[in-house]
């Protein structure tokens, strides 16, 4: 249980065009999504909170109206690079969030497999 | 505020030797704590995890104890294999803390050699 996959993994686009990225919980209901983004070698950088049916929380920093992130149902979270540029090239990765009650509830992120993108 | 601490490695290891990747931290509360494994060109998986003091989280023969007294969840393996070669992460998360995020160390890479 608890699987998470994005599509797609890979994109290579030309520089001023938008890429959508697809985040979906497989078995378990998310309210709450999360992106990052990681660069070569080294940790995750959350970029925002996605929260399903409501406006996406972002971290200082991150331009909200370059990366639009849209939570439209409890499996599934958007993130769309608008006009990418070859600096936007990077791995992006979603998480799901799942409760299960421990003596309180408690919280695990599961991870998507990741996508990769080239931006030319 | 909440934070991790890992050995940053890289740590380099024969086939069958034993593992130990230190994970300290720093949280309010009592958090919940995590270790995710990232192979080459993928996301990160959950490897085991626990949520309360001396809880044992055990996964693929990879075992990490929480402990309250040392803040620490350090991951051990009693004998690795080439296929374990990947970075490993200790997380946290504090539901007192005051934010809903995923605490991540730098993470520790680790290579087997047959």
């Known amino acids: 249980g608890a699987v998470v996959s994005q599509h797609p993994s890979w994109v290579i686009c030309k520089s001023g065009t938008s890429v959508k990225i697809e985040c979906r919980s497989l078995d378990f209901q998310a309210t709450t999504m999360f992106w990052y983004r990681q660069f070569p070698k080294q940790s995750l950088m959350l970029m925002a909170t996605?929260?399903?049916?409501?406006?996406?929380?972002?971290e200082q920093g991150v331009e909200k109206d370059k990366f639009l992130i849209n939570h439209a149902s409890l499996t599934l979270s958007t993130l769309t690079v608008t006009s990418a540029h070859p600096e936007d090239s990077s791995f992006y990765i979603c998480?799901?969030?799942?409760?299960?009650?421990?003596?309180?509830?408690?919280?695990?992120?599961?991870f998507g497999p990741g996508t990769r993108l080239l931006v030319l | 505020g909440d934070s991790v601490t890992q050995m940053e490695g890289p740590v380099t290891l024969s086939e069958e030797a034993f593992l130990t990747i230190n994970c300290t931290y720093t949280a309010t509360g009592y958090p919940s704590l995590f270790w995710y494994v990232q192979y080459p060109g993928e996301g990160l998986q959950l490897l085991l995890k626990?949520?309360?003091?001396?809880d044992k989280g055990s996964n693929k023969g990879f075992e990490a104890t929480y402990r309250k007294e040392t803040t620490s969840f350090h991951l051990e393996k009693g004998s690795v294999q080439v296929s374990d070669s990947a970075v490993y992460f200790c997380?946290?998360?504090?539901?007192?803390?005051?934010?809903?995020?995923?605490?991540f160390g730098k993470g520790t890479k680790l290579t087997v050699n047959p």
């Open positions: 997380a946290l998360i504090s539901p007192q803390g005051g934010s809903e995020k995923l605490v």
């Open positions: 998480s799901a969030r799942d409760w299960e009650y421990r003596g309180s509830m408690r919280e695990t992120q599961y």
């Open positions: 996605s929260n399903e049916g409501s406006k996406a929380t972002y």
């Open positions: 626990a949520t309360k003091a001396d």
